[in-house]
Nanobody
Framework: QVQLVESGGGLVQPGGSLTLSCEAS????????MGWYRQAPGKQREWVAS???????NYADSVKGRFTISRDSGKDIVYLAMNNLKPEDTAVYYC???????????WGQGTQVTVSS
């Protein structure tokens, strides 16, 4: 059974930092591209960052320079370090694991991030 379990969300003031974690089980972690998405109230889910199996990273323009995606393959965990947070970063953040060659795509349950003073 595949599970992606996010943690690390919470309430933070503008300009603050948070690091989200996503622990994977039930998959061969190194075979999957990992990503973070977010969904704000009343909006569609949007892509935030991704990390390929070869270690290449990509970021949405809105978070570039502020967010960093990384993985600890020994622990099957992917992180999203978020700095200089803004109120518009408020959303539920979802972890994603994708193996495109086999059309496999998995989601976590989400973790809430609220940026407010």
């Amino acid at each position: 059974q595949v599970q992606l379990v996010e943690s690390g969300g919470g309430l933070v003031q503008p300009g603050g930092s948070l690091t989200l974690s996503c622990e994977a089980s039930g998959i061969i972690f190194g075979f999957y591209a990992m990503g973070w998405y977010r969904q704000a109230p009343g909006k569609q889910r949007e892509w935030v960052a991704s990390l390929s199996t070869l270690g290449m990273t990509n970021y949405a323009d809105s978070v570039k320079g502020r967010f960093t995606i990384s993985r600890d393959s020994g622990k099957d965990i992917v992180y999203l370090a978020m700095n200089n947070l803004k109120p518009e970063d408020t959303a539920v953040y979802y972890c994603n694991a994708k193996r495109a060659s086999l059309n496999m795509n998995y989601w976590g349950q989400g973790t809430q991030v609220t940026v407010s003073s």
